[in-house]
């Protein structure tokens, strides 16, 4: 069932990037200690910014809102840029149904992942997706693997 998600609109720009900037620093500060990134360049009024009306940003979301936005897709042609779900709702099936909405409904099959990201490559693994063994170093230091969406026999 996908009635909760919907294509974001300008007004979900704020919450769009909570969502960002508060799962960057929960699940990837630990690897990388960088303050001056995830406390400084990162942040939601930048963030948010990147998402108003009439951007590229913009039209490529869609959000899980259930009365409150709890997760957010993003989704650029066939790859899938950006999952993320509130901490506080994470565990509960927002991911998946998101997920599920990029490669069945949106035609998304892969994805970078933090190759540190091991939570993230398992809920990706559950869902038909395995590593290519494509790598990719981000922005000098944030080294990534792709993985790919595999069609069930």
């Known amino acids: 069932m996908t009635g909760n998600i919907r294509p974001a609109r300008a007004s979900d720009a704020s919450r769009i990037a909570e969502l960002i900037v508060f799962n960057y620093r929960m699940n990837f500060y630990r690897f990388f200690h960088n303050d001056e990134f995830y406390f400084g360049e990162l942040n939601v009024i930048d963030t948010a910014a990147e998402y108003a009306q009439g951007s590229q940003a913009l ?3 869609w959000v899980y809102d259930d009365g409150a936005v709890k997760g957010m897709l993003r989704v650029s042609g066939d790859e899938i840029v950006k999952l993320f779900v509130d901490p506080q709702f994470q565990s509960s099936g927002i991911g ?3 997920l599920r909405y990029a490669y069945g ?3 998304a099959d892969w994805l970078w992942v933090l ?6 490559r398992q809920f990706y693994r559950r869902h038909g997706f395995e590593l290519t063994g494509e790598k990719m170093i981000e922005d000098e230091w944030v ?3 792709k993985m ?3 069609l069930e026999g």
């Open 143 to 145: 080294p990534l693997l």
């Open 59 to 61: 039209s490529e979301v």
């Open 105 to 107: 409904t949106l035609g």
């Open 115 to 120: 190759e540190y990201n091991e939570r993230g």
């Open 148 to 150: 790919r969406r595999c």
């Open 96 to 98: 998946s149904e998101l």
